[in-house]
């Protein structure tokens, strides 16, 4: 069974993931902020794939790729750090990137490095949909690699049902259509957009992302939703060198 799938099953609701960059603070960081993180009681990892042109994020997001990349992380030295992932980490992992880098590496090259390292889904925002259903989704299947899209507040229905039958394991849900690092702001639009969001009848779990950043905003997108996915406030936390345990305690419980 895909780590993704026991996930959920063993916790359907408040499923904690937390987005950080690979390479960064510093280039050999990566596995140990994993285990410092499953240590302190997340649910699941996203490890970013540093890109030069990253569309979709905030500056914060945008500064710590810069960093990873001028450290000198790349999608082969990301696979060299977490080929013994497994020995430590036994919580669901997530690589997240843009199509570019992993379609000059080999999209196959790269789906068999991910499951030789233990990885159990990706997220490529700009994936075309058409290209997962006609091209690529035979060789996700190969090897047990879960696609997962995003769905933002403008994504009519009927796309999303199209992205819920090409996806596994989850859809991530955007909170809003602006880029990573936005404060999320409950309004009367951002309320309909969550209560649409919830009353989906999709096969797939739903985590929400963009905006979470503390306790109060956390609880808020697990109304909606199974959970909710945190990168920007996490990213701010170690360029501060703040302690990782007390981070997620505060996001977990606001004490």
């Not at 285990?35 to 990253?54: C, H, Q, R, T, Y």
């Not at 569309?55 to 030295?77: C, F, K, R, W, Y």
């Not at 570019?100 to 090259?109: C, R």
């Amino acid at each position: 069974m895909n780590r993704l799938d026991k996930l959920f099953s063993d916790n359907p609701s408040h499923v904690l993931s937390i987005y950080y960059t690979a390479g960064f603070p510093e280039l050999n960081d990566t596995l140990r902020i994993a285990k410092e993180l499953e240590d302190a009681g997340v649910n699941m990892l996203e490890i970013g794939i540093p890109f030069s042109d990253p569309l979709a994020d905030g500056p914060v997001i945008q500064e710590s790729s810069t960093a990873a990349i001028h450290n000198g992380m790349n999608i082969e030295t990301l696979f060299k750090q977490i080929k013994d992932l497994r020995h430590t980490v036994s919580l669901p992992v997530v690589l997240m990137g843009y199509f570019n880098p992993v379609l000059q590496y080999g999209f196959e090259l790269f789906l068999k490095r991910c499951g030789e390292c233990g990885i159990d889904g990706i997220i490529i925002p700009d994936l075309p949909l058409d290209e997962i259903e006609h091209t690529y989704g035979k060789v996700l299947d190969k090897y047990n690699i879960y696609n997962i899209s995003l769905v933002t507040p403008h994504t009519p229905t009927e796309r999303i049902h199209t992205i819920d039958k090409l996806s596994k394991g989850f859809v991530y849900f955007v909170s809003s259509s602006s880029i990573t690092g936005n404060t999320l702001e409950k309004n009367d639009q951002q309320e309909d957009y969550f209560k649409r969001i919830k009353s989906l009848p999709i096969k797939n779990s739903k985590l929400i992302g963009f905006g979470i950043s503390n306790n109060k905003t956390f609880k808020t997108a697990c109304e909606y939703a199974n959970g909710a996915i945190i990168g920007t406030a996490f990213i701010k936390a170690l360029k501060n060198k703040q302690n990782i345990k007390e981070f997620i305690h505060h996001i977990l419980h606001n004490e």
